[in-house]
């Protein structure tokens, strides 16, 4: 089983890396976390190079993602709710995931055949709305055919208890962990 993890968190030490640790901890096989903040990886441009072209014109780690996305079982985003949204520097990131919509929309190709489970993991020290961001990153999964998205999973209070205290949102992790492992069902 592979899962790729996108850290959308500019704190390497913050609350959404203790949970994506706990996640990682509990699940089987192997996985690969790519951190939007310390990524060579630039926002899509737009230049429509994805209309009539596999892939994407930007040469930087990108490259790399596509592939192990080729592969994997499972995709987890996780991050910070800035102003109900998960963050700019995530958004960019998943941005780039235009090519698998424009092969879809604009090409007429089946991007991604292989149907795959996801998570979305948030975390907010406030008065935000985490429906808002587990729905725009419910999106963004569904265009990398993620058919099977587990229920939103976070921590709310970081401003007054640290996730790792959390006793309900470490419970979800766990739960994630199994709702991962267990055998994908391919949605057709």
């Not at 079982?73 to 698998?100: E, H, M």
């Not at 190709?109 to 587990?134: E, F, H, M, R, S």
Request: charged share 20%; net charge negative.
């Amino acid at each position: 089983m592979k899962t790729l993890i996108i850290n959308g968190s500019p704190r390497k030490c913050g609350e959404t890396i203790s949970l994506i640790n706990k996640l990682t901890e509990q699940l089987n096989g192997e996985y690969k976390i790519i951190n939007a903040y310390y990524s060579n990886i630039s926002a899509c441009v737009d230049c429509r190079y994805c209309w009539s072209n596999d892939g994407c014109a930007i040469n930087d780690e990108m490259a790399g993602v596509y592939d192990y996305i080729e592969d994997c079982d499972n995709v987890v985003i996780a991050s910070p709710i800035y102003f109900s949204q998960p963050t700019g520097k995530l958004l960019d990131v998943c941005s780039r995931f235009q090519t698998y919509f424009a092969a879809k929309h604009f090409r007429n190709k089946v991007p991604l055949t292989k149907a795959k489970k996801g998570a979305v993991i948030l975390v907010g020290g406030g008065d935000g709305n985490p429906q808002k961001a587990y729905d725009t990153l419910s999106v963004i999964l569904s265009h990398i055919n993620v058919t099977n998205i587990y229920s939103l999973v976070g921590s709310f209070n970081t401003n007054e208890l640290p996730a790792t205290e959390d006793n309900e949102v470490i419970k979800e992790i766990k739960n994630i962990a199994n709702f991962l492992t267990e055998e994908l069902q391919r949605i057709i």
